[in-house]
Nanobody, 118 residues
Framework: QVQLVESGGGLVQAGGSLKLSCVASGFTFGMNTMGWYRQAPGKQRELVASISIGGSTNYADSVKGRFTISRDNAKNTVYLQMNNLKPVDTAVYYC????????????WGQGTQVTVSS
């Protein structure tokens, strides 16, 4: 079955950095566009970054220039390097297959909490 295991979150001061990892299994990782999503308390889950099969990346305006998404197909892993973190980045972060989420049938992992203090 599909499994997505996110890790790397934590508590960091504003201006700090974190690198998130997501290990995927149960599907052909290298054939899927992967995304990092986040959900802050009281808000809807939003896509913050995505990376295509060929390595093309897209970012939400709110994180452009600060976050970098990458993937290692040999390790079935997608990463999110987050620099210059701000309190507004506080959220639970999840990875998923972008197309599945768009279709409304993505299986979610437990996510990893990122808390940025001011």
């Amino acid at each position: 079955q599909v499994q997505l295991v996110e890790s790397g979150g934590g508590l960091v001061q504003a201006g700090g950095s974190l690198k998130l990892s997501c290990v995927a299994s149960g599907f052909t990782f290298g054939m899927n566009t992967m995304g990092w999503y986040r959900q802050a308390p009281g808000k809807q889950r939003e896509l913050v970054a995505s990376i295509s099969i060929g390595g093309s990346t897209n970012y939400a305006d709110s994180v452009k220039g600060r976050f970098t998404i990458s993937r290692d197909n040999a390790k079935n892993t997608v990463y999110l390097q987050m620099n210059n973190l701000k309190p507004v980045d506080t959220a639970v972060y999840y990875c998923n297959r972008v197309r599945r989420v768009e279709k409304g049938n993505g299986t979610w992992g437990q996510g990893t909490q990122v808390t940025v203090s001011s």
